[in-house]
């Protein structure tokens, strides 16, 4: 681990999580991710690049726009600083490896996820299908990256799988109740971690998603500041939940080996 290397990491990861941020914001909005420069959310003003250093520009700016002076989401300071941490510890446990580099594109694809999903309730076809194409190509691979589940017969269950319990339960609630229960988007991510971690795997994260989930309504539901139909995105809690089971498995990995 040496200086050059700490440096490389810390840079490498600003930009993916300032390129993270255009994804999240621009992704539900059927925006150009490459070719736009970043603008204020609320004037529309085109950021000048001292402006928009990552992590830095936020602070000396106090989350406000240069120009309006309108209030900007610390969502784009909090996803800079989780990719920042992110990175450093993958780093710390993989060093400058193809591992280190297969783990941080994943890493990046779950977080936009995460907070589109938890902002606009959809989940991108573009980042599930991702998702799955890592999940399927590793099987081809000589080589066990990550610890992930290489068994391919397995892995095609799992994936398969995971896409028909999700549909499954919702045509049985759209059966029962004449609406959604979830959207397919939540089929097609877990369908993703099923190929990536295998068909045993499925189960638990379904499980410990819907935990989260039951927990994360459940203060609301009791004080009456949520109504049963209320909509909550799943796709944070299975992102959560496949975090949960892939580093559990890996622990037990680590202890057999």
Not at 49 to 58: A, G, K, M, T, V
Not at 87 to 92: A, N, R, T, V
Not at 117 to 141: A, C, E, M, R, V
């Amino acid at each position: 681990m040496t200086s050059i290397e700490i440096a490389f990491v810390i840079a490498f990861s600003l930009c993916f999580g300032s390129f993270a941020n255009v994804c999240i914001y621009r992704l539900p909005l059927d925006l150009d991710i490459v070719k736009d420069r970043s603008h204020c959310p609320k004037c529309k003003k085109k950021i000048i690049w001292y402006d928009n250093i990552p992590l830095l520009s936020s602070l000396i700016l106090s989350f406000k726009c240069r120009t309006c002076k309108k209030k900007i989401s610390k969502q784009y300071f909090i996803v800079e600083l989780l990719t920042g941490l992110a990175f450093m510890f993958f780093y710390k446990i993989l060093g400058l490896s193809f591992d280190f580099v297969l783990i941080c594109i994943i890493f990046i694809i779950l977080l936009i996820i995460f907070f589109i999903d938890l902002k606009h309730f959809i989940i991108p076809d573009s980042l599930n299908f991702s998702l799955i194409l890592i999940g399927i190509i590793k099987n081809f691979t000589t080589q066990d990256f990550l610890k992930l589940n290489y068994n391919l017969p397995d892995s095609l269950l799992g994936g398969a799988l995971g896409y028909l319990i999700i549909w499954l339960i919702i045509f049985i609630y759209k059966k029962i109740r004449n609406k959604e229960a979830m959207g397919l988007g939540d089929a097609k991510l877990l369908s993703a971690f099923g190929f990536l971690l295998g068909v045993k795997s499925i189960f638990i994260i379904l499980f410990v998603a819907s935990v989260l989930g039951l927990l994360f309504v459940l203060p609301s539901l009791l004080f009456k500041n949520r109504s049963t139909g209320s909509i909550i995105p799943f796709g944070p809690f299975i992102i959560l939940a496949a975090i949960l089971e892939y580093f559990l498995n890996l622990q037990q990995y680590m202890v057999l080996n």
